[in-house]
């Protein structure tokens, strides 16, 4: 297993892991005597050591990522070995056909849409894709949509929801793409009318963060009936950075910590808020160290929240969907009382 890119944090699993790529490497090599590998002293020897790096990996890994800051997870969810949309596509579906082109300007590939089938369920996925070569990642804006990405994503929602079908999307993105060309062609008009045609959309939709979650474009695809996030995603109104930049005029190490606490980021703080319903677990050590378990978890969700929503009625749906998001941030203020509030012996 050959590391290319290491978090930091991680450096106490290097020699863990190389140890281990070793001892496999010698495994395969080592010729057996007879025809029982386990009778074979020195196969056995090898195998021990093996199973004793690897419990140890284990033990280190349940130690590191059961202590993650906020800014940790933010790393985490930018790792370039991270699953996106298109690894769960080829991981979780079937029959994928994507639909390209928003019919007013062009394709944007920082959005990727089209029909699938997840289990036994058909579905329209609708995801941000960042990239993961150099090339892909330049074509792809780093995962942050143009206005036509989100154009053709509300218009191939609005197909599904023509022909009955659930959606799915998954969210990965630091932000809208913020350049000039985007703003002169609707930027924020686009995901504005994504949020509120979404809201009122007469079929099932289910959301899942799986990496980034930053601002209206995340939004832009995550109006649903239910929404989730991976263990180790974050999801905010601003990436740490950018809140960083405004609070204390640069962003550093130590400013984008700070504001990753303050901005309360996490799967675990969205649920406590209540601005996700579910957090799914990831495989330990994080998506990137196994995307086909990340995966299972994945669908499995989606099947059995999407199997929940098609036994509502539509009105209800709609109903329950408005409610859900126009209640986010509400807080009741109490006056305090008159008895409280006067001085001892008055």
Same mark, same amino acid.
């Given at each position: 297993?050959?590391?290319?890119?290491?978090?930091?944090f991680?450096?106490?699993?290097?020699?863990?892991? =190389?140890?281990?790529?070793a001892?496999?490497?010698?495994?395969?090599?080592? &010729?057996?005597?007879g025809?029982?590998?386990?009778?074979?002293?020195?196969f056995?020897?090898?195998?021990?050591?093996?199973?004793?790096?690897?419990?140890?990996?284990r033990?280190?890994l349940?130690?590191?990522?059961g202590?993650?800051?906020?800014?940790?997870?933010?790393?985490?969810a930018r790792? $370039?070995?991270?699953? #996106?949309t298109?690894? !769960?596509?080829?991981?979780?579906?079937?029959?994928f056909?994507e639909?390209?082109?928003?019919?007013?300007?062009?394709?944007?590939?920082?959005?990727v849409?089209?029909f699938?089938?997840?289990? *036994?369920?058909?579905?329209?996925?609708?995801?941000?894709q *960042?990239? =993961?070569?150099t090339s892909?990642?330049?074509?792809?804006h780093?995962?942050?949509?143009? &206005?036509?990405?989100?154009?053709?994503a @509300?218009?191939?929602m609005q197909?599904?929801? =023509? !022909?009955?079908? &659930?959606?799915v999307?998954?969210?990965?993105?630091?932000?809208?793409?913020?350049? @000039?060309?985007?703003e002169?062609?609707?930027?924020?008009?686009?995901?504005?009318?994504?949020m509120?045609?979404?809201?009122?959309? $007469?079929?099932?939709i289910?959301?899942?963060?799986?990496?980034e979650g930053?601002?209206?474009?995340?939004?832009?695809?995550?109006?649903?009936d239910?929404?989730?996030?991976?263990?180790?995603?974050? +999801?905010?109104?601003?990436?740490?950075?950018?809140c960083?930049?405004?609070?204390?005029?640069?962003?550093?190490?130590?400013?984008?910590?700070?504001?990753? *606490?303050s901005?309360?980021?996490?799967?675990?703080d969205?649920?406590? @808020?209540?601005?996700?319903?579910?957090?799914?677990?990831?495989?330990?050590?994080?998506?990137h160290?196994?995307?086909?378990?990340?995966?299972?978890?994945?669908?499995?969700w989606?099947e059995?929240?999407?199997?929940?929503?098609?036994q509502?009625?539509?009105?209800?749906? @709609?109903?329950?969907?408005?409610e859900?998001?126009? =209640?986010?941030?509400? +807080?009741?203020?109490? #006056? &305090?009382?008159?008895?409280?509030g006067?001085? $001892?012996?008055?």
């Amino acid at each position: 297993m050959a590391t290319y890119y290491q978090l930091d944090f991680e450096k106490p699993l290097a020699e863990i892991e =190389k140890s281990i790529e070793a001892i496999e490497n010698e495994l395969k090599a080592t &010729p057996l005597r007879g025809d029982d590998p386990s009778g074979d002293p020195i196969f056995a020897e090898l195998s021990a050591k093996l199973e004793d790096l690897r419990a140890k990996r284990r033990t280190e890994l349940e130690t590191i990522y059961g202590r993650l800051s906020p800014w940790d997870t933010v790393r985490v969810a930018r790792h $370039p070995g991270r699953p #996106q949309t298109r690894d !769960y596509i080829n991981l979780m579906c079937r029959d994928f056909t994507e639909l390209h082109g928003d019919r007013r300007y062009g394709d944007d590939p920082a959005i990727v849409t089209g029909f699938a089938r997840i289990g *036994k369920l058909k579905v329209m996925i609708v995801g941000h894709q *960042k990239g =993961k070569e150099t090339s892909e990642k330049i074509a792809c804006h780093f995962g942050c949509a143009h &206005p036509e990405g989100y154009r053709k994503a @509300l218009a191939k929602m609005q197909l599904a929801a =023509k !022909y009955q079908t &659930p959606i799915v999307t998954l969210v990965d993105t630091p932000g809208a793409y913020p350049g @000039l060309g985007a703003e002169q062609r609707g930027q924020a008009e686009a995901i504005a009318v994504n949020m509120l045609e979404m809201s009122r959309m $007469p079929t099932p939709i289910v959301s899942i963060v799986i990496g980034e979650g930053g601002s209206g474009g995340a939004l832009g695809i995550a109006v649903a009936d239910r929404v989730a996030m991976l263990s180790h995603s974050w +999801y905010s109104v601003i990436s740490p950075e950018g809140c960083a930049a405004i609070l204390w005029k640069e962003a550093n190490e130590q400013t984008n910590a700070a504001a990753a *606490k303050s901005l309360r980021l996490t799967a675990r703080d969205n649920l406590e @808020l209540g601005i996700v319903d579910d957090v799914i677990q990831e495989p330990l050590g994080g998506a990137h160290r196994d995307p086909s378990g990340t995966a299972a978890a994945l669908q499995l969700w989606i099947e059995t929240r999407l199997t929940e929503l098609r036994q509502e009625p539509i009105d209800s749906l @709609l109903r329950k969907r408005y409610e859900r998001f126009r =209640k986010l941030g509400v +807080y009741l203020e109490q #006056q &305090p009382s008159e008895a409280a509030g006067s001085a $001892p012996g008055a």
